[in-house]
Nanobody, 115 residues
């Protein structure tokens, strides 16, 4: 129905930037409403990072406001997360998220920020 493939994770130093991408494919990819990013650090629960609706409404977690920017290309069924001024506490597996009526998840991409 909807498959999500993330890319762009990696290892960076504190203060550097990374850009994550997530492409949706499948029979229902073109009608996805909300897309976004969650993350899960070791020993912690998965938390919402940022979401964007088809209409362009955006929400950010307080911890990333002013540093991360989410955007979306409707025609390409792709969502992006530009992460600037990265901190060691941003280290986590980042999961792409999409929803129509049910949620769909990507396989996750590791982001590691060294101090």
């Amino acid at each position: 129905q909807v498959q999500l493939v993330e890319s762009g994770g990696g290892l960076v130093q504190a203060g550097e930037s990374l850009r994550l991408s997530c492409a949706a494919s499948g029979s229902r990819a073109s009608i996805v409403n909300v897309m976004g990013w969650y993350r899960q650090a070791p020993g912690k629960q998965r938390e919402r990072v940022a979401t964007i609706t088809r209409g362009g409404d955006i929400n950010y977690a307080d911890s990333v406001k002013g540093r991360f920017t989410i955007s979306r290309d409707i025609a390409k069924n792709t969502v992006y997360l530009q992460m600037n001024s990265l901190k060691p506490e941003d280290t986590a597996v980042y999961y792409c998220y999409a929803t129509i009526l049910n949620p769909y998840w990507g396989q996750g991409t590791q982001v590691t920020v060294s101090s």
